[in-house]
């Protein structure tokens, strides 16, 4: 079973530039969760997708990030324009209703670095 | 409100020590619990879980916890430290039937020859 894919794995770019973070989740899981690591935490959920349905955003900051799931599949988290604030990596997530308890399969990040 | 303390952000054992990384947390309905690793440059390994049942939980890699619901708390533990251990463990919670999980801090976990 191919895990969850995530690219690029490094990106830098400067300040007020646009970036762009895909995420594969594994194959057959619903659920695909974007998260944000910052140096030294814990991830912290940006977004949660049942399917294409955003049903949990309310941590994404919605002036400059967004996120689309269109075939309940793959997603994208964009942010526009980047801030210094904003170097972290990026994890996504992904899981499955059919198995029980609802744990997370983690993909390797997207490590961002704003200058 | 769901919260998860890990007590010490740096632990270091010798190898073939005993390994014990703290957590404790805060729900409002039983929770589930879960310690994931993470190793440099890479995503959060599920490491084991708790849901119910059984209190003490064994895992991969040679790891177990133990839910203690009086005190609130699930550490993690394992006999003997590999130099292979060493890395990033997070605990967290989830309430029961629900999705959003939250994560401790993490503690980093070094291991001297």
């Known amino acids: 079973e191919a895990g969850v894919v995530q690219s690029p794995r490094y990106k830098i770019i400067e300040k007020k530039q646009p970036v762009a973070f895909w995420c594969n989740p594994i194959?057959?899981?619903?659920?695909l969760y974007w998260y944000l690591q910052n140096l030294g935490q814990g991830p912290e959920l940006l977004i949660r997708?049942?399917?294409?349905?955003?049903?949990?955003d309310s941590q994404l900051p919605k002036d400059r990030f967004s996120a689309e799931r269109l075939k309940g599949v793959d997603s994208t988290l964009k942010i526009q324009p980047a801030e210094l604030g904003d170097s972290a990596v990026y994890l996504c997530?992904?899981?499955?209703?059919?198995?029980?308890?609802?744990?997370?399969?983690f993909g390797p990040g997207t490590r961002l670095t704003v200058t | 409100a769901q919260s998860v303390t890990q007590l010490g952000s740096h632990v270091s054992v010798s190898e073939g020590a005993l390994v014990l990384l703290r957590c404790n947390y805060s729900?409002?309905?039983?929770?589930?619990l879960f310690w994931y690793v993470q190793y440099p440059n890479q995503g959060l390994q599920l490491l084991l879980k708790?849901?119910?049942?059984?209190?003490l939980v064994k895992g991969i890699n040679g790891f177990e916890a133990e839910f203690k619901k009086s005190e609130t708390s699930f550490h993690l533990t394992k006999p003997s430290a590999h130099m292979s251990d060493a890395a990033e463990y997070f605990c967290?919670?989830?309430?029961?039937?629900?999705?959003?999980?939250?994560f401790g801090a993490g503690t980093r976990l070094f291991v001297k020859a």
């Open positions: 997530a992904s899981s499955s209703s059919d198995r029980p308890y609802y744990e997370q399969y």
């Open positions: 194959s057959g899981h619903n659920t």
């Open positions: 997708y049942e399917n294409e349905e955003a049903v949990d």
């Open positions: 729900s409002s309905v039983p929770p589930y």
């Open positions: 708790y849901t119910t049942g059984a209190t």
């Open positions: 967290a919670v989830s309430e029961t039937g629900g999705f959003k999980t939250i």
